[in-house]
């Protein structure tokens, strides 16, 4: 690829490491822009090849493909943060990766992420770092009540995690653990579990966008209301931590940073996703610039857009448990019957229980209104789906 051509020409070819729904959404948003791309699946399913350009479908240690890919791109971005390090820091000398291996390695460790939160006095839960059985048991004894207990590595969606009430035998619970190093973090009650997109721009420039209310089923988030129901003090001090996130990682490229927000108004960063998330798939029907277009704005060197919110809305999960079976999806008619409602299906041909398949967005005059249709569609499909298994 020719190194004369300026990083925001419309010749432009970005490449984006990982293949699944992330990566098919950055793709779809590339194809409006005029820009090509590459997916690098890593040999994994992956629903982005539908709407890519060019695919390597090999893994990610793969000598060659790491060379074909790099070859093929101009720049290059990560869809999903669990990738070896080694192949980043490879792509990034070859091509420029954005955001940068540094801080996408960070962001794939909760070690790193919470003693990087720590250095940056950035507000976080209290933790401790586990190596042994004998480190939960002082753990546990300096947290002093319940806690979960988390995989320093590689996890998401509730996997690798547990709850634990403070009672329990550290040498016991760590046996069966199966982890090297893992970091407990004290149960914080909280009123709210709220989200905010930051991007942070080839210039240093950053955006956010309003705050996103969560609520989780299974660990998975269930949907995003936006905005968030808040104070307008909480939605400017989210605002303002997540620019001093996206700043101390010297980010470039879209970010979200998870909250709790504490019932006596305090903001506590639970995890920072290094790319676009589930709690901003709102902005692709409720925003003048969606988070993907955002991501590719920034990558490429383009200013970045607006990021105004043009009406409330609420974003559904829809996950492999509304599927009749694993190959029948649940019936849509009510939701095009509802004119306010967009779909978006990512492509995946087998659905599981707690696998997500699509999200809908419900727009609404008042959240209020938007949620009490999506929980009725929720509703509906639940009493309606098999689980497709689990």
Not at 70 to 82: A, G, H, P, Y
Not at 204 to 227: C, F, K, Q
Request: overall charge negative; some cysteine; proline content about 6%.
């Amino acid at each position: 690829m020719s190194s004369s051509l300026p990083i925001h020409s419309p010749h432009c070819v970005v490449g984006v490491i990982g293949g699944g729904q992330l990566g098919r959404m950055i793709a779809l948003a590339a194809r409006r822009l005029g820009v090509r791309t590459v997916i690098w699946t890593g040999g994994l399913e992956a629903p982005a090849v539908e709407c890519a350009d060019e695919v390597i479908d090999l893994p990610f240690d793969d000598a060659q493909a790491l060379q074909d890919f790099c070859s093929r791109v101009t720049v290059s971005t990560v869809e999903f943060e669990n990738i070896p390090r080694e192949t980043l820091e490879a792509v990034a000398r070859s091509t420029g990766l954005h955001p940068s291996p540094s801080a996408i390695a960070i962001c794939q460790n909760r070690e790193r992420e919470k003693n990087f939160l720590r250095e940056m006095q950035i507000p976080h839960t209290p933790f401790a770092v586990v190596a042994s059985a004998a480190d939960l048991a002082v753990a546990m004894r300096e947290l002093g009540g319940p806690g979960v207990l988390k995989t320093a590595d590689f996890g998401y969606d509730g996997k690798g995690q547990i709850k634990l009430e403070g009672h329990e035998d550290p040498a016991e619970v760590w046996a069966k653990f199966d982890a090297p190093r893992a970091v407990l973090e004290a149960w914080v009650p909280f009123e709210k579990e709220l989200s905010v997109m930051a991007a942070r721009g080839a210039d240093g420039s950053i955006v956010t966008y309003d705050p996103a209310e969560n609520r989780h089923r299974n660990h998975i988030l269930d949907l995003s209301i936006v905005p968030a129901r808040i104070s307008p003090a909480v939605k400017l001090e989210a605002a303002a931590i997540a620019r001093r996130v996206a700043e101390a990682l010297d980010y470039r490229g879209i970010l979200g940073v998870e909250f709790f927000l504490k019932t006596d108004g305090e903001l506590l960063v639970n995890e920072i996703a290094p790319r676009p998330h589930n709690s901003g798939h709102h902005t692709l029907d409720a925003c003048v610039t969606s988070q993907f277009a955002q991501q590719l704005r920034a990558v490429i060197g383009l200013p970045l857009g607006s990021t105004r919110l043009l009406t409330p809305v609420v974003m559904l999960n829809l996950l492999g448990d509304f599927w009749q079976d694993e190959t029948t999806p649940p019936d849509w008619l009510p939701l095009f019957e509802d004119r306010e409602i967009s779909l978006h299906l990512y492509g995946k041909r087998h659905a599981r229980g707690r696998r997500k398949m699509g999200h809908a967005n419900i727009i609404g005059t008042t959240t209020e209104a938007a949620l009490a249709r999506a929980e009725a569609l929720k509703a509906r499909w639940l009493a309606e789906g098999a689980g497709a298994g689990e």
